[in-house]
């Protein structure tokens, strides 16, 4: 929609231009053209060819800071790895952010003591979450044996 268009039907309530199928400034859709601004399924986690997942830029202004961009991720990965980040006492600032909801990848922005790097940061973050995420897969597979067992014993 152009905002002259969705400002013209606003004023007119022209109502049957707005519910046509005919599209704006006579533009009639066809099949394959989607009408919602949102991507494709797909392209949320399909990694395009040449882009790298996971790129660092240097902060040209703080020392031991920089900024991680990763490709094809949202805040569910963004905030488990800020989380992780604060709890370690040589990261001074971390912080993360999706520039635009439409493009799925988000920005960690990191800075450290002088005797520890934003890349062994996150590194060391990602392998103390791994620990944690296998430590709980452990303790839920446990549970669902022990109820299993619980189960299987009620109905005998």
Known sequence: FFFSDLLDVLHTHDHE????PR?????TPTSN??????????ELVVLPDGVDKVTFEKDKKIENA??????????????IVRMQ???DNRVYFAGYRMPH???HK????????ADWTPAAAVIHACEKLNDKL??????FDAEVARKQHEMAAVNY
């Open 106 to 113: 988000i920005d960690i922005q990191v800075q450290t003591s």
């Open 134 to 139: 296998n430590r709980l897969e452990e303790k």
């Open 85 to 87: 980040l604060l709890e």
């Open 33 to 42: 053209m989607s009408m919602a601004n949102r991507p494709e399924t797909y």
């Open 23 to 27: 599209g704006p400034r006579g533009i």
């Open 66 to 79: 920089g900024k991680f961009v990763v490709e094809k991720e949202d805040h569910t990965l963004g905030n």
């Open 101 to 103: 909801p439409l493009d």
């Open 17 to 20: 231009r707005a519910l046509s």
